[in-house]
């Protein structure tokens, strides 16, 4: 058992937590919802202060953060409470010019920050079934691999630093592609008059089918898209950041840009929080 501390805990970090608990793991965390801590300490979880009093008493703080601003507040926190040691484990998905910038502020403080985005659903990080995408001192990463083995299906450790990040962008184009075309294959079919539950059963046992529209398709079905493994208003986000990438190294992605008119469109219905399986009622269900 180890004592570990969390600063996040939304859909991924609430995940990461319960299943450290669950294998005797003290976990210390924070988040800036109360509604989100109380349900963190009916499952197990200790209430901590802040990232700083996670820094001054823990070994290994693991991050999981919604936006580029809130990780890079995070980090300052953690920094300033001068930590020799401290290992952070930054696993939210953002743009590499972030991370890099988190990287400096943490090791100018005498800590150690590894980018280890993790590829998976919410709904898959709740029974681990992600895939930690690790970079950074590796020397580090081996002192953490225990904790991050009882959170995850698979441990990889990638390269250098940003290596973890560039590998998560890679998967987010395929995600973000395989949503959209999930629900287009979906749209056709029932426009078509194929029963929901037919195509899906059929779909997936065929060439066609894909982890995502195994675990997107049943939300197809039911179009019960509450509550989200991953919102629409996040892939608004994370196509953004491919596109970045994709700029940086000189490669057009016109399959990917042509989904994201149709995240902008779900957002703009009200479904910003939905899943992305609610990409459906965007091509077939009226949403504009």
Known sequence: ?????????????????????????EVHGTDTSADRVRAFESAGGHRADGPAALATAMDCVIT?????????????????????????????????EVKHRCREVIEASGAVLLDCPLS?????????????????D?????????????????????????????MKLVANLLVSIHNASAAEA???????????????????DGAGGSVIFDKRGPLMVSRDYLPATARCSMFVKDVGLVQELAASVGLETPVLDAT???????????????DAAALLDVLD???Q
């Open 186 to 204: 979906f749209a056709l079919g029932v426009r078509a008059g194929l029963d929901p539950q037919l195509l899906y059963d059929t779909v997936r």
């Open 120 to 136: 998976g659903t919410g709904a898959q990080a709740k029974v681990r079934d992600v895939v930690v995408f690790g970079s950074g």
């Open 1 to 25: 058992m180890s004592v570990v501390g969390i600063i996040g805990l939304g859909i991924m970090g609430s995940a990461m937590a319960e299943n450290l608990l669950a294998r005797g793991h």
């Open 64 to 96: 999981s953060l919604p936006s580029a601003e809130a990780a890079e507040q995070v980090c300052g926190e953690l920094a300033g409470a001068g930590r020799p040691g401290l290992v952070v484990v930054e696993t939210s998905t953002l743009s590499l």
């Open 260 to 274: 994201l008119p149709l995240y902008r469109r779900a957002v703009a219905a009200g479904l910003a929080d939905a």
């Open 285 to 287: 269900g009226g949403a």
């Open 138 to 166: 590796e020397h580090a990463f081996e002192s953490v691999r225990p904790v991050l083995e009882d959170l995850s299906r698979s441990v990889r450790h990638l390269g250098g630093f940003g290596t973890g990040t560039v």
